[in-house]
């Protein structure tokens, strides 16, 4: 069993399109969640891209949730980690990342996220997007309106054709990982032991989680938000 993460943007097909490809692995799914920003139409095409999910897979209805940002885009320092915090209080280590939809600095704080879990990350690489594209774009308004079902209450053919393309219009890579959960506890223990190796105090250093002063080594602001991810969410 295996929960879904998707970063959510203007192009929802490529939610369900992964979505698609881990069922057809015969992967079982407990969970799928939209991460989508303050963004009017992004907020409404992710609720879209619910309803049609549970149109296409009933078994899918109850399990789907939209994480909502407050904010169009991570602007600030404090905002990529108010990203992590969002995901990593739904998301574990048996989640899947689609990291192809939305803006790039999202989709980077997902990663950052994903690499906290030691979980697994994809993309979703389309060849033939541009005629995709045009094709949404054709329905794009029904789309927004609601105007999903036919006379039946079933899922629209022409909707169900381009968020459920047939498995070889798409490729699905994965990511590596690093497993950032490994590296922390293993930095969390060298502070306990009072030595950290002077090549991970440089790194440190130059990525701006601590200061030197004297002999002594303090966190930086960014150094304690990073800190309190990990003890709320890692260390336990």
């Known amino acids: ?131 995709i594209n045009i094709e949404f774009e054709r329905l794009k308004e029904d789309i927004l309106r609601g105007n999903i079902t036919d006379e039946n209450g079933k899922l629209r053919k022409d909707i169900e054709s381009i968020f459920f393309p047939p498995l070889n219009r798409f490729e699905v890579i994965e990511i590596p990982v690093i497993p950032i959960r490994l590296l922390s506890i293993l930095i969390r223990e060298t502070f306990r032991e009072n030595y950290i190796h002077p090549l991970l105090i440089e790194d440190l250093k130059r990525l701006g989680y601590i200061q030197i002063v004297g002999n002594r080594i303090h966190l930086t602001n960014e150094g304690k938000l990073l800190h309190e991810i990990l003890e709320k969410y890692i260390y336990k």
């Open 1 to 131: 069993m295996v929960k879904v993460l998707c970063t959510m943007g203007y192009s929802p097909m490529i939610a369900t399109e992964f979505i698609e490809y881990i069922i057809n692995r015969k992967t079982k799914i407990n969970g799928i969640f939209l991460l989508t920003t303050s963004e009017k139409d992004v907020i409404t095409l992710s609720n879209r891209t619910k309803e049609i999910l549970g149109l296409k897979y009933k078994f899918l209805r109850n399990k789907i949730d939209i994480i909502k940002l407050e904010f169009r885009d991570a602007i600030r320092y404090e905002d990529f980690y108010e990203v992590v915090e969002k995901i990593i209080e739904k998301a574990d280590k048996n989640t899947y990342f689609n990291l192809a939809g939305g803006r790039k600095n999202i989709t980077i704080a997902a990663y950052i996220a994903a690499c906290l879990l030691g979980a697994r990350a994809y993309h979703v690489i389309m060849p033939d997007i541009k005629s």
